[in-house]
């Protein structure tokens, strides 16, 4: 049996943000993969963790996906603060990495080589307001032809430091202003399907 591990890293704001859409997200992650024969284990960083359970779980994951909200093109705080507590204390416990990879003795060695979650995957699920459009297309002037993955670079660098694969980020798009969840929620068991 896989394993999967999802961290809903939503953060309550009243009167913009009470936390349904990825709750929904969430659970459609849950049920998908539990059909595919996934063993779910799931963190919402909002109710409270214990960072040793945390690194544990990410030791215990085949597949780790994050579901989270983008708020001002990030994750809400408590998501990094979660990242700074996890990972630094897997790599106290050296769970989760052994170093960067490099050695004081020996130059040869690449930073970001040091990881131990060789084998895991890391995907993002996210939910946020900017359509589409705004994304891979050079004459968008906040992007710049960016893609999703790349805006997002600092918040997969972490795993893939640590030796896990990055997978394409999920994005429900214009959620506030043209909303289509139930098109969203097909097009995200569509993209489970196609990595489980």
């Known amino acids: 049996m896989k394993h999967l591990l999802i961290i809903n890293a939503h953060q309550f704001y009243e009167g913009m943000s009470s ?3 990825n709750a929904t997200m969430a659970d459609v992650i849950r049920k998908e993969m539990e059909l595919r024969d996934y063993q779910v284990r799931e963190t919402s960083i909002e109710a409270g963790y214990d960072i040793n359970e945390e690194v544990d779980k990410h030791v215990w994951a085949d597949l780790i996906v994050l579901q989270s909200p983008v708020f001002w093109f990030g994750m809400p ?3 990094k603060k979660y990242v700074d507590e996890v990972f630094t204390a897997g790599l106290l416990q050296q769970k989760l990495l052994s170093g960067d990879g490099r050695s004081r003795d020996d130059g040869s060695g690449q930073y970001g080589s040091g990881g131990r979650m060789q084998g895991k995957r890391y995907m993002m ?7 589409r459009e705004a994304f891979d ?4 002037t ?3 032809g960016k893609s999703v993955d790349d805006v997002f670079v600092s918040n997969t660098a972490n795993y893939k430091f640590c030796g ?6 999920f994005s429900a798009h ?3 202003k043209q909303a289509d969840v139930e098109g ?3 097009r995200l068991r569509d993209r489970l399907a196609a990595i489980a």
Do not use: E
């Not at 699920?125 to 359509?131: G, I, R």
């Not at 297309?137 to 968008?140: M, S």
């Open 142 to 144: 906040l992007f710049a």
């Open 137 to 140: 297309d050079p004459k968008q």
């Open 77 to 79: 705080w408590i998501y």
């Open 125 to 131: 699920s996210l939910t946020w307001n900017a359509p």
């Open 19 to 21: 936390g349904r859409l």
């Open 174 to 176: 214009d959620v506030i």
């Open 184 to 186: 969203d929620i097909a």
């Open 164 to 169: 896990a694969a990055i997978l394409p980020a």
